[in-house]
């Protein structure tokens, strides 16, 4: 049987056509890209004492998170290429419901990590396909869909570390943490309907994914504006995920509760919801937002030493500000499609700097934890967040600047749309 011919106006017309659908399964995704990290943090000393697993362990899942985000930038260029963007999506729901579901009835610890890392894995694509997604239906109102799907994604970190003591203490911890699985099986239900309109053209369309000529083709890894937004993405991700995974004990070695200690990493995610509202429409008026990136390095200066020398003298202040110093997050997402010129482009910036800056994030949350138990405080773990800040903003210093990824590297870059 002969493939079906599609016209590059039959791929603009499913373009057109799909894009309210499309825009609820962004929507929809983004939400259920950081249920799994914020709905297990607070309560990862109960679930430990439940399993039996050491406060090492605690470490270790905290790496998971940004491991499973670092493979996640391997593995969506594969399969972005093989069954195109849209189902990649769907593949990436599936496996964040299914990992949560099943992890929340295992009866062990290695087996609450693979499940872990299966729901993460599935977030770490959604992460990577979600930007090029954005530029390929919405290239007219990429800030305005920034700022949307950057803001349900803090949504989604937020609302788990708010309620995941008080739905623990009520039915458990295994029901506080299986239940975020209902949001990702939701959220396969429009990529179905998108797919179905499609028929097949997710496949063919190739708009959104990088193209080489001949044997060479443009390589994000030879470009200054990759490795910035890497080094952007990557420090911001690991002091974030230090902080989602080690805050609550920080305040509870300080004299706090566990429920306290919970509700301040609620507000620390929901500063970064706020954030999100308001760091894409600012990086888009900006021709350079590097001046942006100083304030968050201050504000998280300001944090780390108040945690450290006066943790509970004013608590919530030192979160606010702890909060506000990841909106190098929302900017940076941003940043992809701003300096790309096209939808592969930004697939090619999304998948290499968030491959690269999650891989090196991996370490934080459990370096953070060795540096705690090493000296039997927080200061030298604060310290290592403090050099990792440093490295941001030099990152973020030519993630900035005013130029496009297809200028600065080596080969040339072509998008092509196949006809079959």
């Known amino acids: 049987m002969e493939a079906p011919v599609y016209t590059e106006f039959d791929l603009r017309r499913s373009l057109v056509e799909g894009r309210l659908l499309v825009l609820a399964a962004i929507v929809l995704s983004a939400f259920t890209l950081r249920l799994a990290v914020t709905a297990f943090s607070p309560l990862a000393d109960r679930i430990g004492a439940d399993l039996g697993y050491s406060t090492a362990v605690v470490g270790l899942f905290g790496m998971i998170p940004t491991a499973m985000f ?222 942006l990136v100083i304030g968050c390095a201050v504000c998280y200066f300001v944090a780390f030493a108040g945690l450290v020398l006066a943790p509970m003298a004013a608590p919530l202040l030192w979160v606010l500000l702890l909060g506000l110093g990841p909106s190098t997050f929302p900017m940076a997402l941003t940043l992809v499609n701003l300096r790309s010129r096209t939808a592969a482009g930004s697939a090619a910036l999304s998948g290499f700097s968030q491959g690269v800056g999650y891989l090196a994030a991996c370490l934080g949350p459990l370096l953070f934890g060795v540096l705690h138990t090493w000296t039997g405080g927080w200061g030298a773990a604060f310290m290592f967040e403090g050099v990792a800040v440093v490295l941001m903003v030099a990152g973020a210093w030519s993630a900035c600047k005013p130029r496009m990824l297809e200028d600065t590297w080596a080969d040339n870059f072509t998008v092509r749309v196949d006809r079959r």
Not at 113 to 123: D, E, K, R
Request: net charge positive; with cysteine; proline share 6%.
């Open 70 to 291: 670092a493979a996640g930038g391997v593995l969506s260029p594969i399969l972005t290429r093989w069954i195109g963007l849209e189902r990649t999506a769907l593949v990436a729901m599936l496996a964040a419901g299914v990992g949560q579901a099943v992890r929340a009835v295992v009866p062990s610890t290695w087996e609450l990590l693979v499940c872990s890392a299966l729901a993460l894995a599935g977030m770490g694509i959604g992460n990577v396909v979600i930007p090029p997604l954005v530029k390929r239906y919405f290239s007219d109102r990429l800030a305005v869909l920034s700022a949307l799907y950057i803001t349900v994604v803090q949504a989604g970190t937020v609302l788990p570390a708010l309620i995941a003591v008080p739905l623990a203490d009520a039915h458990g911890w295994r029901v506080s943490i299986g239940i975020w699985a209902v949001a990702a099986f939701v959220a396969t239900l429009p990529w179905f309907g998108v797919l179905r309109g499609r028929r097949g053209r997710d496949v063919v369309d190739r708009t959104a994914l990088p193209q080489r000529d001949g044997q060479g083709g443009g390589r994000a890894w030879r470009s200054p504006v990759a490795w910035g937004m890497a080094g952007m993405f990557g420090m911001t991700s690991l002091i974030s995920y230090s902080m989602f995974t080690w805050l609550p004990k920080v305040l509870r070695d300080a004299g706090a509760s566990a429920t306290f200690g919970g509700a301040m990493l609620g507000v620390f995610a929901l500063i970064g919801l706020l954030v999100a509202l308001v760091a894409p429409n600012l990086t888009a008026r900006m021709r350079n937002p590097f001046p």
